[in-house]
């Protein structure tokens, strides 16, 4: 492999599962007045891009002649700006939304543009057309998907304005109120960023519940919440009344589900209260059995949940600037651009939270 140094345009192209390589690519070109090429500093790694290293995909899949460049989560410098940006300049620090609506849909115009069909975003395969990623040196964005951070947050913090824009999202679509008791089930990042921003929301209480001790012993550390150790000797029902008894409760005002697993989102509808509110988060298996009597008896109000919508990087940012929760502590690794795969690795063996990469290097 020729040395990054000598490329104009260093990225990890994945062609197919565990067949990944930097390659060379062209500098993006501004295309439209208020695009802006940002210099990408750091990529973080989601349980997505191991879902693609495993299989080369998720419902789509990398077309192995042509390969895709990867990442999402990112954060980098502005490198250029076409000649209609006004709210950045050259040398501004970002953190970035990595996808791009049509804006002229009825979803668009209904201010639902994490719904649109054209939405463009950042390492998707296609059809119509693949979208590459953030994993090279240079990316392409619309100045209004590029969010300046504030001086005190580090460009490896400013990767994490991704998962906790999804954990603002959540929030908002389970309309978390002051008082509430919500219950998270997952303590991956996604989780650990939902229960944050409830409290941040009032939440009266906040409990986390995963099948690990060891991330539920880390949950504790990282925001004021309760814990619950999934119990394997008992079943759904077993579960949920242990759990609503160490809450002293009848069932709870909000279940937001992160970790997308069977198991999870059966105990997660048993333990919400009659005319209590259920957010699905976290992605799993494509099909699932669904206790939909126990949801219909209840008549719980249950919402799905992609990605982030307007106004939730500004909060995430807004929320992570009073620094309510820390998420320096969820980063776990940093590992250089040649050494993609080995944080990809990381990430699959279920080691650390998250773990970054750095981009590359002058």
Not at 85 to 99: N, Q
Not at 252 to 267: H, K, M, P, Q, Y
Request: glycine residues 10%.
């Amino acid at each position: 492999m020729p040395s990054l140094s000598s490329m104009q345009n260093p990225s990890v192209i994945l062609y197919g599962p565990e067949k990944a390589e930097i390659e060379d690519r062209p500098i993006p070109e501004i295309s439209d007045g208020h695009d802006v090429i940002v210099r990408i500093r750091f990529v973080g790694v989601c349980g997505s891009d191991v879902h693609f290293w495993n299989h080369g995909g998720i419902v789509k899949h990398v077309d192995p002649s042509v390969g895709l460049t990867m990442g999402h989560e990112a954060s980098g410098t502005i490198h250029a700006i076409g000649p209609l940006v006004t709210s950045l300049s050259v040398g501004d620090r970002v953190a970035l939304e990595p996808g791009t609506p049509c804006r002229y849909c009825i979803q668009c115009k209904s201010g639902f543009y994490n719904l649109c069909k054209g939405m463009r975003f950042a390492a998707a395969p296609g059809p119509p057309v693949d979208t590459q990623g953030t994993l090279s040196k240079f990316f392409r964005i619309a100045e209004d998907f590029a969010y300046k951070i504030p001086d005190w947050m580090s460009l490896e913090e400013a990767v994490l304005v991704e998962p906790t824009g999804v954990a603002v999202h959540a929030v908002r679509l389970a309309e978390v109120k002051a008082g509430e008791v919500v219950v998270v089930m997952g303590s991956g990042t996604i989780g650990l960023l939902v229960a944050a921003v409830a409290r941040a929301f009032g939440a009266y209480r906040v409990l986390l519940v995963d099948i690990l001790e060891k991330k539920l012993a880390f949950a504790e550390g990282f925001v004021e919440c309760e814990t619950y150790l999934s119990d394997a000797d008992l079943d759904v029902k077993g579960n949920g009344e242990k759990l609503l008894k160490q809450l002293g409760v009848d069932g709870v005002d909000t279940v937001i589900e992160c970790s997308g697993a069977a198991a999870s989102v059966d105990l997660g509808i048993h333990v919400a209260r009659e005319g209590g509110k259920y957010v699905q988060t976290g992605m799993g298996r494509p099909r699932i059995e669904f206790p939909i009597g126990v949801m219909a008896e209840k008549e719980l109000t249950v919402k799905g949940c992609f990605r982030y919508n307007a106004g939730d990087y500004e909060l995430a940012i807004k929320l992570m600037s009073r620094k309510l929760f820390d998420v320096k502590k969820l980063i776990s690794s940093t590992s250089s651009f040649e050494n993609t795969t080995v944080a990809w690795e990381k990430t699959k063996s279920g080691q650390g939270i998250k773990n970054l990469i750095q981009g590359v290097q002058d």
